[in-house]
């Protein structure tokens, strides 16, 4: 199926789909609800996806889908992160169409960034959504027919939950869990994060000041705003919520990591000192290096998609400009389509290039992917303000947060301002946003920009190759001799090698055999027109190519002797298989 159909197949699986119900569910479901268009009506695993899951809500889920839909998904562990939890991954394919190793796949994955738990959701969510919709609408089940998808929604569990349990604020902790002398004095993680009122967010500390130069807006009793360099105020800024354990006069100066996940991937990589957050070496990080062993044994793994927060971005590496030789132009042109065409179904996200875009990165998770595998991948930065008034005017606005409380969360984004006696800074307020306020979703813009990201996701995984064996053709050289000439085409804009994986050589070549007949030569086509022709002198009836680029075609040819049916078979790492009979 062609993707300028999905449009028009969407519309009418969804619009067949509310007929004739076949079981007491469906009966049920239809005198109880009226489908909406593009979702599931009456799902097996029924789900909320305008909260976000702990990690044992998130396993229950997983085996249930194990167990409602299981000839569509497998789960395992591939690995286990610092503090001893399963890294899970779900295999979501049509196992009966064949196996998920002999299919084009993509990987895709969340919460490497443990404040950044809305990518948890959407990875479950776009898994959740192909199972649910096989059989509902014929993309979808063409789809899982087709490929493979690899879906771990969370990297990082640890502290996934310890995000959510645990006192932080809205950007803490970006790490995993391991523990470090951040502020240089000798010890580990004496000076944590301190819930004073026990809200379990971190929030802010002001105190009232005859010298300080801030004042409660008089309008809006939250806001506090810095008078004019003339004129005196009421408040001075403490900074974040907490207390100087050890005595360094900063407060909350050492806790919870600090490193980088997505600094610590082996590509490209760079000491802590010109790359922060860079630990050890590469792959020191416990749940990366879980990645990477599973990866590496997936050749099929052709698309790769990392979900992030925040800013509304669709991103591509190269993550420093001293990478830009490695994104060759053809792949690029690749990259340009998909995400330009994400652009116009996701409202407020743009496509662009991390290095010259947003700031350089080294060790970064997405360059490894396509640089040391080959992968088309991208990284979204999910979330924007412009889901909320349509006008973007960006994470940490002010005006724009305060309105949002006021009118979409009705005080459910703030912590009002409340005395507390300070042991060290005497009487203080503490007050200010909630963790999941900012850089998170709130529950009723999740599920919307998750379904976005889902479709962008399965645009992708579409577009990975697909191979088809077409135009056969003999002719008669006499003598009991036959020449046989075949087509191999791939229907999809991805190839089945990247200008990376072929300039390393990472994957094997794609092998085209025939079987069923003696073959006395093999030769790969250049030019049909012209007769141009390379032989492949040894193991002829196995033609190796190099590549099968996007939308294009290759030839091969044999001579074979002897008459009867023969088996024309396309064996490709990430292009999977094709084959015609005679």
Not at 43 to 61: C, D, F, G, M
Not at 353 to 375: N, T
Request: charge should be negative; include cysteine.
């Amino acid at each position: 199926m062609k993707f300028k159909n999905w449009i028009y197949t969407t519309a009418l699986g969804a619009a067949m789909c509310f007929g004739a119900t076949k079981t007491a569910d469906a009966q049920v479901a239809a005198e109880r609800y009226f489908r909406a268009n593009g979702t599931p009506h009456n799902p097996k695993v029924q789900v909320s996806w305008n909260r976000y899951h702990t990690n044992k809500a998130l396993l229950e889920i997983m085996k249930d889908m194990v167990a409602k839909h299981p000839n569509l998904v497998k789960l395992e562990s591939i690995g286990k992160s610092y503090q001893n939890n399963d890294i899970w991954v779900l295999t979501v394919t049509d196992f009966k169409a064949g196996k998920a190793e002999d299919k084009p796949a993509m990987w895709i994955d969340g919460n490497i960034h443990s404040n950044e738990i809305q990518g948890t959701e959407f990875t479950l969510y776009t898994a959740w959504y192909l199972m649910e919709m096989y059989g509902e609408l014929d993309f979808i089940t063409e789809l899982l027919k087709d490929k493979t998808f690899y879906f771990a929604p969370t990297i990082n569990p640890d502290a996934h939950d310890y995000f959510m349990t645990g006192p932080n604020n809205g950007n803490t902790p970006r790490s995993g869990m391991m523990v470090f002398d951040n502020n240089g004095d000798g010890e580990f993680g004496e000076d944590p994060m301190d819930d004073l009122d026990g809200d379990g967010n971190i929030t802010q500390m002001i105190r009232k000041s005859p010298t300080g130069n801030f004042i409660k807006d008089p309008m809006d009793p939250r806001k506090l705003i810095r008078v004019a360099a003339d004129e005196k105020g009421e408040y001075e800024m403490l900074g974040q919520e907490g207390l100087d354990r050890d005595g360094d006069g900063r407060v909350n100066s050492d806790g919870i990591g600090y490193y980088d996940p997505n600094r610590d991937w082996g590509w490209n990589w760079q000491p802590d000192y010109v790359q922060g957050g860079a630990l050890r070496y590469p792959f020191s990080v416990p749940e990366n290096r879980a990645v990477v062993d599973f990866v590496m044994t997936r050749p099929n793994i052709a698309a790769a998609q990392s979900y992030h927060n925040y800013g509304g971005m669709i991103l591509r590496g190269p993550g420093a400009e001293e990478d830009l030789g490695t994104y060759n132009a053809s792949d690029v042109r690749i990259y340009d389509a998909i995400a330009k065409k994400g652009e116009e179904f996701m409202p407020g996200y743009r496509y662009l290039v991390v290095y010259k875009d947003l700031y350089s990165v080294f060790g970064g998770q997405l360059d490894w992917f396509y640089g040391g595998r080959g992968i088309f991948t991208y990284s979204n930065e999910l979330m924007t303000s412009y889901l909320y008034f349509h006008q973007n005017a960006g994470r940490g606005n002010q005006d724009e947060q305060m309105n949002v409380d006021k009118y979409l969360t009705f005080g459910d984004a703030f912590v009002k301002w409340k005395e507390y006696e300070h042991p060290q800074f005497g009487t203080v307020e503490i007050g200010g946003f909630k963790k999941n306020f900012g850089r998170l979703h709130p529950g009723f813009l999740l599920e919307q920009d998750a379904h976005r990201n889902a479709a962008f996701s399965i645009l992708h995984a579409y577009h990975t190759p697909k191979l088809s064996v077409m135009d056969v053709k003999e002719v008669d050289l006499g003598g009991g001799l036959k020449e046989v000439t075949a087509t191999i085409y791939n229907e999809r804009m991805i190839p089945t090698h990247s200008s990376q994986d072929l300039k390393y050589k990472i994957e094997r070549p794609d092998y085209v055999s025939l079987t069923g007949a003696k073959v006395v030569a093999g030769f790969t086509v250049e030019n049909a027109d012209f007769n141009q022709v390379t032989e492949q002198k040894v193991n002829p009836e196995k033609i190796s190519v190099a590549n099968i680029p996007g939308m294009t075609a290759v030839k091969v040819r044999w001579i074979v002797s002897g008459g009867g049916n023969y088996s024309i078979n396309v064996d490709s790492a990430k292009g999977g298989k094709a084959s015609w009979k005679k």
